[in-house]
């Protein structure tokens, strides 16, 4: 069974950093994307950034340029640095991942996913 636990969330002043991580286990099957979803409070989901099976990324434009997604080369860890940060990065974020090379058009076909880890931004 999949396992996502992420990690390294917290309270940061505005243009600051942080790095969330999230490990991975109990992939039944070797093809699989990972990304990193947020949901602020009192509003949707939102798919911040992916990473396919076949290594392409893409990003939210509002994140484009201040964070990367990354995984280490076992494939055991996810991560998201995230950079100049600012208040409306504020929201839980989830590590999720969904069987197949591509990620899923839409949120809700992500069909695994972590606990979340609270990142809030102070102006």
Avoid at 32 to 44: D, E, L, T, V
Avoid at 85 to 91: H, I
Avoid at 115 to 122: A, E, I, R, Y
Wanted: glycine residues 10%; aromatic residues 12%; contains cysteine.
């Amino acid at each position: 069974q999949v396992r996502l636990l992420e990690s390294g969330g917290g309270s940061v002043e505005s243009v600051g950093s942080l790095r969330l991580s999230c490990a991975a286990s109990g992939f039944a099957h070797s093809k699989y994307c990972m990304a990193w979803i947020r949901q602020a409070p009192g509003k949707g989901r939102e798919e911040v950034a992916t990473l396919d099976d076949d290594g392409s990324t893409t990003y939210v434009d509002s994140v484009k340029g201040r964070f990367t997604i990354s995984q280490d080369n076992a494939r055991n860890t996810l991560y998201l640095q995230m950079s100049d940060l600012k208040p409306e990065d504020t929201a839980m974020y989830y590590c999720t991942t969904e069987y197949g090379t591509w990620c899923p058009k839409w949120v809700d076909e992500y069909d695994y996913w972590g606990q979340g880890t609270q990142v809030t931004v102070s102006s």
